[in-house]
């Protein structure tokens, strides 16, 4: 894995909403909590209307719209969405909600460099409304718990791969949907920034 190379690690994040995660990237970043090896070069959204977008450019970081465009098959956007991308030359490429299913012609294009945030336990809620759907098996009585992991993207499985962390978060008998979803947030915003830091800050100790 040459994911983090010395001297400073270049990350391109890709989100499609609101991108508080990224925003969480950023914050360490200025604070200079996240690690001197790391740096967000790039902001990649394929919704013009992602706060992301919007964030990135308050941060005075490239920011760029990458929309599919008319009759678009998902193999041909990838391989516009990977030149860009790769345009960049990043060591990591975080998906920070980033709400399309990769193909192979992205992921193959960085290998061993795509990591992935994902609101639930490994093995569990693959796919979209992973809180909701937590919350909802929590009021049926058919779980009192749920987490999050960051995990690497090998390839098309969605919310699969090699686990880097991961967090059981609890759900209190009286959660509304936003209180879970705030406390989720808060912790992938935590472990999304401790696992770039680890990947960038002693390399060598995490080589795959
Ligand atoms: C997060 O829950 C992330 O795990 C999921 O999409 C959400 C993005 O949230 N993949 P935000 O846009 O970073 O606020």
């Not at 960085?110 to 093995?123: E, R, S, V």
């Not at 987490?147 to 009286?174: C, K, Q």
Request: with cysteine; hydrophobic share 40%; proline share 4%.
């Amino acid at each position: 894995m040459e994911e983090c190379r010395q001297p400073s690690a270049r990350l391109v994040v890709m989100a499609s909403g609101n991108g508080s995660n990224l925003q969480a990237i950023l914050d360490a970043s200025a604070e200079g909590s996240l690690t001197d090896r790391a740096r967000v070069v790039a902001v990649v959204s394929d919704r013009s209307d992602s706060r992301a977008l919007a964030r990135a450019t308050e941060a005075g970081i490239a920011s760029l719209h990458v929309g599919a465009e008319p009759d678009q098959d998902r193999t041909e956007y990838d391989r516009r969405l990977a030149e860009i991308v790769a345009g960049f030359e990043p060591d990591l490429v975080v998906l920070a909600g980033w709400m399309r299913i990769l193909t192979t012609e992205f992921i193959s294009r960085f290998a061993d460099k795509i990591i992935n945030l994902h609101p639930a336990k490994p093995g569990e809620l693959a796919g979209t409304r992973a809180i909701e759907r937590a919350w909802q098996e929590a009021l049926a009585g058919e779980r009192t718990e749920t987490g999050v992991m960051v995990h690497r993207v090998p390839d098309e499985g969605v919310d699969t791969g090699p686990v880097l962390a991961s967090e059981t978060i609890p759900i209190e008998l009286d959660d509304t949907l936003d209180v879970l979803t705030e406390r989720i947030r808060r912790v992938e915003h935590r472990l999304l920034v401790d696992t770039i830091r680890a990947l960038c800050a002693q390399p060598k100790e995490i080589t795959a």
